[in-house]
């Protein structure tokens, strides 16, 4: 699915709906078959062992690519105040496009500063986990922290940030 949306209307919610409403189906059966060994063992802690993986999954799994995606439409909105941003959605992957144009520095910068914030929040987290002895936590916190692999230049970020440089490099070298 590609759907273009104005910059100034692209919301933490919207984006959510988007994300959402493209994986509902797959969203759902998650919750359905993670909800299947209650069936067999009907106990407190197979309900609280089924209610981590939840938390996991939501919290950390799908929170923290919306997230992800939030924080670069907020750079974006700070670069440029008009404009357009193409959001595709795939069976793997979740990709803004900017349909404006962006300078080398701004490039940069939206394309590394989700990734900090998320490495960082993680980090928060797997240290209160530490303090609070919550394993589930300190799972979601090694969730948020590997954002960073989207660094790698095969991922959109990595191309974001190969670009820039390329285009860095080229406008020094008109000088």
Do not use: C
Not at 34 to 42: D, K, N, Q
Not at 50 to 64: A, E, P
Not at 156 to 172: P, T
């Amino acid at each position: 699915m590609i759907k273009t949306y104005p910059l100034h209307k692209m919301s933490l919610l919207l984006l959510s709906k988007l994300i959402m409403t493209h994986y509902k189906i797959m969203i759902i059966a998650i919750l359905l078959f993670t909800l299947i060994p209650l069936t067999v063992v009907t106990n407190w802690s197979m309900a609280y062992f089924i209610l981590q993986f939840h938390i996991i999954f939501f919290g950390g799994f799908w929170l923290s690519f919306i997230i992800h995606e939030y924080l670069h439409v907020l750079l974006l909105k700070r670069s440029k105040k008009k404009g357009e941003v193409e959001v595709e959605l795939t069976l793997l992957k979740m990709t803004l496009y900017p349909k404006f144009k962006l300078t080398s520095n701004e490039m940069i910068k939206v394309a590394i500063l989700p990734l900090i914030f998320l490495f960082i929040f993680g980090l928060g987290l797997i240290l209160l986990a530490k303090w609070s002895n919550q394993t589930f936590v300190m799972v979601i916190g090694f969730l948020y922290t590997f954002h960073m692999i989207n660094l790698i230049p095969p991922l959109g970020d990595g191309m974001m940030l190969i670009k820039a440089i390329f285009n860095k490099k080229s406008s020094l070298e008109r000088r």
